[in-house]
Every structure is written in C-alpha cells, then in structure tokens.
C-alpha cells in the first residue's frame, strides 16, 4: 500500500532526459514508483496539465536566525525550495559565547542586511557550540529540510575572542588547531562544510571588515587541513579577487590540503568586466587536475532595489528628505509631492558614497509588473529622461512616489556590464558552475533574489525575448541534481526510486514572478523585502504537502539534514 500516489503528471525528473508522463508512488517519504503501478495508495493526487519535478535545492541562504522562529521558512517555501543550505559567507550564529551574542547580531546585520532588532527578539540563544545549535534547530519543526555550514566569522569570535575582529592581530598556532578541530568536530556531528568570507564588501553594523577578511594563509590552511583529516565536508567561500592569482592560489591549496571540495561566488564586476571568465578558467584548470572545486553563480544580476521604504533611495542623505523622513510613508509621499520640497530636494548635495549606490542612473530601470529583470539600455533613467528633457533626478523622484510610495526601483549591480543577461547564461553554460547567490532570508531592505530558482526556470527556460533561452530539462537539473550533489546529498534531486519524495507540482503556464514587496512582519516588527510567485500548485516534502498556491500548509515534515554521507 503506497501513501501517495501523484498521477498522470508530466516529469521532469533531474536527471536532464526528456519530460515524459508517469504516475509517482510515494510511501515513507521516498519515491518507490515512476510510472504506471496498480498498487493502491491512502490518497492520489491529480497532476494531469501539471509539471512535476524534484524540489528546489537552494545551495546559497541566510537562514540561521530565521530557522529558530519562522518553520516555514519564507520566501523559498513559496519558490518550490525544498532544501536550503545556510550558513553561507562567514557568518552565522554559532559557535557563540554567551558575551557574543550582540556582536555577531551586528555582524549579521551589517553583512546580510537583516534587522538586528529582529534577530535580538527572535533568537533565543539555545546552544554555544555548533552541536548545540544544531540540536535546537532540530528540536523545533519547519517545513523544509535545512543544511548547516560553519561560519568562519563566528568561529573566529568564539577561539579568539575580541581579538578575533582584530585585523592587526593573528591566531595563535593553538587557537589555530582549535578552530580546526572544532570546524572538524561539527561536521561530524552534521554541518555539512565551512564557510568564509574574504570581500571588503562584508562588514559588521559599524562598518568594520568581516573577521575573516584578513586571515592568513596559515590560518585558512590549518583549517582546511583539520576539516580533511575528518574525511567530510565541503567549503564555501566569497573573495574580492582584487590579486586574482594570488587569491585563487590559496583557496585551491586549501582544497589540496584537505581533499575536500570547494565552491567560490563568482560574478561579474562592471569595475573588472572579464575576470569572471579568468576565474572560471582557472576552476576548470583545477578540476581537470582532479580538484573538486566549483563557482555558485546567479541566474540574473545581482540588483539593488531602491524605494522609499527600502534601506536605500537616492535622496535620503538630502538635509530637506531627513526632516521628513520619520513621517509615516503616507504623510512622506502627500510632503513629497509638494512641488515646493521637490525643488528643494532635487537641490540638496548627495554623499558621494550614496551617489555611487543610488545615482548610477544609467544602471537604474523602473521593474514593473511583471517584473523585469533584463530591461534594455533605452529603458535606463538616463535614457528616459533624456528622451522626456527632464534630469534623472526628476524622473526618479516622480518615479519613487507611485503606488503610494511603495514602488521599487531596479539597480543592476553585478552581471549587467553588456546590459542583457548573456554573461548569466554563459555562466551557467560552464560544466563547473551551479545557479546560487540568492541569499534568500537576507539583505531584508536592498536586494530580493530568493526567487532565483522561479527565475531561473521562467525567463531561461520560456520568457526571455533578449536572448538565447535555455532547455527547461537542463535548468531542472542545475537547480536540483546538480546543486544537491554540490553539497553531497545523493538522496534528493531527482524523481527516480529510492529518492526522497520531495517534489514540485507546477501550472507552467500559469507560473509568474510577481513584483517585490515590502513586509513588516519579522520580530520586532522588521521589515523584509519578498517576492511571491505563481504557478506552484503544490511542494511536497517527504511525500507531504507543506505549501499550495503559495500558501503554507502548517504541516512540518522538514528536517535539519545531518550531513553524515559527505564523506
């Protein structure tokens, strides 16, 4: 007798091999039938017009404050996520002493842009080591499955104490070894790696650099070292690359050492437009001499939004914006469409640090609804302005004041140098890369990329206009196989089996992002940037549904996935 049986849906399994229709047994949380079966199950579900394939395996989140309040774990939940990998940039909230607990809230804040507020009212400090926190996660229920990494800013903190954010300060051989050894005792009690920043982007809620940033050799190799003598666990690390050989040279000795795999953040910077090709040639040189290293790259570019509500806008260090800006949002905007304060405002000088951020007007574009992600050159705010004889300044002021205020606009960051997203599928072309990078449960007030997956199939797979498309077969299976063996997880990925029945029931063509919002509805009352999506008729977990049509089921099948096979 089967629990479930999902019948007449059309398959995309994972594997990359052709769609094909088949009926779907499912008993104990694992896929036991693909195709036609007499047995009878306790219930059946109708796939017929629907697609059918594996759950999202998102390799790139910040949910490690997030998973001890929220079990349903938004936005990926609505995205067809079933698996999420946290942890991920050096930061996180364990290993923690009990005088730590701010400092790694301001790290976390400054890094990842989530409200400190939020996370000092929802963490409830549970654990010190990392087997603790893993045991109060799973302690609790969530929905989907989770995966721990290490983080290195954490880790530090906890070895070295306050010297650990020193940058002029380095680790003892002792503390050394016992970052190590602590990083190798946590995988093996079920983190699934260890993570580390090296960017000057990432810096704590004062502005100091990630404590990792600075590490020396000595330090990333004796950690690398003592986490292969486990036998298990991956690394994932960001790095500026501003000395790219120089850079890429230690993280692949840190490989070497260890003998276990790597994955690197790789983007396109507008400042170093090709390097990004030069990275991937120097992973693919490494791989084909047997090291198994790998970029996480992003589906589209890694843009900022900007609105009034949002952490950013271009006139907010404006002395006339500041003596409004503690008004409510609706006595802003009614203030704002004064043409009077317009003037002043549009006069007042902006920092150049904020002008950098938020008056590239070239790289800024109105989203829409839907929203789009690969707008052209003529739709930019210099062109629109130029075309309309006003300044950009104008256009944007006018622009940030519709819908009540609540609109958005669009920044292209990273992977937008050629304004269209070829270097994107280019990217995720190479044979050493997985889609990743969408940081979702993060940057809650400037960038709202934990729809990635959605996009990923939607605009690659059916609606881009401005470019090659890709097989929807194969963004299936970049997003669930190849990202799930990423991290080591065999039992998840594709629809075959012997496999865990995690699983996406999708109406293709009803499938559409819609444009991001803005909630207040973290502890505390933070405020979050989401995107919903529609089209998913239904995410199972372990054979049971936990969210329809974009609505949490309340049932919590998930689980903190011990990662004891990556060995």
Known sequence: MLDLIIRGGTVIDGTGAPRFQADIGIRGGQIVT????????????DAQ???????????HTHYDGQVTWDPY????IWHGVTTVVMGNCGVGFAPAAPDQHDWLISLMEGVEDIPGTALAEGIQWQWESFPEYMDSIERGSISIDVVAQVPHGALRAFVMGE??????TEPTTEEIETMGRLAREAIAAGAVGFSSSRTRNHRTKDGDYTPSLTASPAEMLGIAKAIGEGGRGVFEMVADFAHLDEEFALLREMVEVSGRPMSISVAQNDRVPNQWRRL??????AVNEGL???????????????????????FMTSRHYKGIEALPLSERVERMRDPSLKAKILADEISPGLAELTCR???IFELG??????????????????????????????????????????RTFLNYTDYNLDVSRDMLLDPNTVPGLGDAGAHCGLICDGSFPSFLMLHFGRDRTRGEKLELEWLVKRQTADTARLIGLEDRGVIQPGKRADLNLIDWSAMQLRPPEILFDLPAGGKRLVQRVDGYRMTLVAGQSVCEDGKPTGILPGQLVRHASAS
């Open 34 to 45: 693909v195709g036609e079966t007499d047995e009878q199950a306790d219930h059946e579900i």
């Open 280 to 285: 991937l040639d120097l992973i693919g040189e």
């Open 292 to 314: 198994p290293m790998t970029a996480q790259v992003p589906p589209r570019a890694i843009g900022l939004l900007l609105g009034l509500q949002a952490s950013f806008h271009p």
């Open 49 to 59: 017009g629907l697609l059918v394939t594996p759950g999202w395996v998102d390799v």
């Open 369 to 410: 609804d839907p929203p789009d992600y690969e707008p052209a050159p003529e739709d930019s705010m210099t062109a629109r302005a130029e075309a309309d004889d006003i300044t950009p300044r104008d256009l944007v002021y006018d622009l940030l004041l519709k819908n009540e205020g609540h609109a958005l606009l669009y």
């Open 361 to 363: 007007f070239e790289r």
């Open 163 to 168: 010297r650990g954010a020193d940058h002029q």
């Open 73 to 76: 774990l938004t936005p990926s």
